[in-house]
């Protein structure tokens, strides 16, 4: 199973960048995807995910200013950063999960905001 994560960088305050994360190796559409961050010091935590139905979800902080999607037939989903504040500034991993035991973890990619 690989999920690579792609479209990480730097970007100004109140910019805009747009992650991928290409899956293999698993039945895409029968899992729930997701992206974390971590931090420096932080804990991961939820950034949004969105189920094999395309329901979804947010962390408080996001919400409204990310958009979380994805492309079956692609087997990618993408998260749509807007609004960029410094505090967004973290590692962005992808994340697969179907079962408690059936989950995956990307390599991770790094997302800068600063001015």
């Known amino acids: 199973v690989q999920l690579v994560e792609s479209g990480g960088g730097l970007v100004q305050p109140g910019g805009s960048l747009r992650l991928s994360c290409e899956a293999s190796?698993?039945?895409?559409?029968?899992?729930?995807m997701g992206w974390y961050r971590q931090g420096a010091g932080q804990e991961r935590q939820l950034v949004a995910d969105?189920?094999?139905?395309?329901?979804?979800n947010y962390g408080i902080s996001m919400k409204g200013r990310f958009t979380i999607s994805r492309d079956n037939a692609k087997k990618t989903v993408y998260l749509q950063m807007n609004s960029l504040k410094t505090e967004d500034t973290a590692n962005y991993y992808c994340?697969?999960?179907?079962?408690?035991?059936?989950?995956?973890w990307g390599q991770g990619t790094q997302v800068t905001v600063s001015p």
């Open positions: 994340h697969a999960q179907y079962r408690s035991w059936d989950r995956y």
């Open positions: 190796g698993i039945v895409f559409n029968l899992y729930r």
């Open positions: 969105i189920s094999s139905d395309g329901s979804t």
